[in-house]
């Protein structure tokens, strides 16, 4: 009986050795599946997300070149609000200066007015010097009484001898 019984124990071992086999198998081809499985999962989520990825990324580009294009587009509003206020200031400004010019200066008939009486007194001054206008008259003495400046060395005229030359005439 230890013969066989230790056959059968060796060849409930033998079995089990061979079962536990059998599983070893199954679980490393469960396993190679497994991986193989995972391989081809991890390629589907890559692909997955590379896809979603770059629509999103496409996604960002358009609204980044929407945004670029509204920005040049408030820059030239702005810009043109710029130029219209720069320009409505210059011709207000302009238009203050001309229109204080006009009311400030003479016109052309006042000026051509004043050129003549110009004339006028300048021919004036001329025939007041022929007749004496650049003698020295000032008021002297206490009564400030009108004197003139005469020519010491110069003949007196007169009956009376009580004309004298005025100096400097």
Same mark, same amino acid.
């Given at each position: 009986?230890?013969e ?5 124990? /060796? ?7 061979e $079962? #536990? %086999?059998?599983? =070893? +198998? *199954?679980g490393?081809?469960?396993?190679? &599946? ?23 990324? /496409? ?7 929407? $945004? #670029? %294009?509204?920005? =040049? +587009? *408030? ?5 043109? &609000?710029?130029?219209l ?13 001309v ?10 008939h ?5 050129? #003549?009486?110009?004339?006028?007194l300048?021919?004036d001054?001329?025939r007041? &010097?022929?007749?004496g ?11 400030a009484?009108l ?11 007169g ?11």
């Open positions: 009986m230890t066989i019984g230790i056959s059968d124990e /060796a060849l409930k071992l033998g079995l089990l050795m $079962a #536990a %086999q059998g599983q =070893q +198998r *199954l490393q081809e469960s396993l190679d &599946r497994l991986a193989a499985h995972t391989r081809e999962l991890e390629a589907v989520v890559r692909d997955e997300i590379r896809r979603t990825v770059g629509e999103e990324l /496409a996604g960002v580009a358009s609204e980044s070149h929407r $945004a #670029a %294009q509204s920005l =040049q +587009r *408030l820059r030239r509003a702005a810009n043109l &609000r710029v130029l206020w720069t320009v409505s200031i210059a011709a207000v400004c302009s238009a203050i200066t229109g204080e010019a006009w009311w400030m200066l003479p016109s052309q006042e000026i051509s007015a004043l050129r #003549a009486r110009r004339d006028a300048a021919a001054i001329a007041l &010097r022929e007749r206008g650049s003698i020295d008259l000032r008021r002297c003495g206490a009564r009484r004197c003139v400046q005469v020519d010491r060395h110069a003949p007196a005229y009956a009376h001898a009580d004309y004298l030359i005025v100096k400097g005439y």
